[in-house]
């Protein structure tokens, strides 16, 4: 069963345009073009990420900080399982006390 396609005829797809040339604005799963913008921002990332992972103070501040990061982390979940335990014994002291 054929059925009309939503647009005219002589464009092939909604993305068509009648010099021949497909673009890409609209189209589902396809890139939007780089535009100079953009083009300059990537470089300027790219070149920083570069410059950060090959400099090596920053490198070992770097380090530094994630380890200072994951001994926070380690002190807070040892900190919570002993408030966890401790709110664990009041329950069982208060029924204790109701028994």
Excluded: C
């Amino acid at each position: 069963m054929y059925t009309k396609p939503p647009y005219p005829p002589q464009y092939p797809h909604p993305g068509y345009h009648h010099h021949g040339h497909a673009h890409s604005h609209g189209m589902p799963g396809q890139p939007e073009p780089a535009s100079n913008a953009n083009l300059v921002k990537g470089i300027l990332v790219g070149a920083a990420a570069a410059y950060l992972l090959t400099n090596e103070s920053v490198q070992q501040a770097s380090i530094r900080s994630v380890v200072k990061l994951w001994s926070l982390a380690r002190g807070g979940v040892e900190e919570l399982k002993e408030r966890f335990q401790d709110a664990h014994a009041e329950i069982l002291a208060e029924k204790e006390q109701h028994d």
